[in-house]
């Protein structure tokens, strides 16, 4: 089991930049798939990018160029690196893990979630 804790969240004009962190809490294990999501109200939470122990990565379609999900092993930190924020990327943004598998896939089943950083983007 795992436990994971989200900062790094804010208001910010569009065409800024924020960064996500979530600490990860738990032992030492060679295999995972981190990811971040986001949910906006009235909305179905998506998945945003996800990070595995192979170094794969994957970004959803809306994201891709703007967004970088990277991790700090020293500090057991999965960090999200957003620049160039549209109003549409406004939501709670989470993170979440599965350390069964040493890969990502559409599959996977995320045990564990953060309580989640709301990033608000103005006009």
């Given at each position: 089991q795992v436990q994971l804790q989200e900062s790094g969240g804010g208001s910010v004009q569009a065409g800024g930049s924020l960064k996500l962190s979530c600490v990860v809490r738990a032992t030492t294990s060679s295999r995972y798939c981190m990811g971040w999501f986001r949910q906006a109200p009235g909305k179905e939470r998506e998945e945003v990018a996800t990070l595995d122990s192979t170094g794969s990565s994957r970004y959803a379609d809306p994201v891709k160029g703007r967004f970088t999900i990277s991790k700090d092993t020293a500090k057991n930190t999965l960090v999200l690196q957003m620049t160039s924020l549209?109003?549409?990327?406004?939501?709670?943004y989470y993170c979440a893990a599965d350390l069964r598998n040493a890969y990502c896939s559409p599959w996977t089943q995320y045990k564990t979630w953060g309580q989640g950083t709301q990033v608000t983007v103005s006009s």
């Open positions: 549209k109003p549409e990327d406004t939501a709670m």
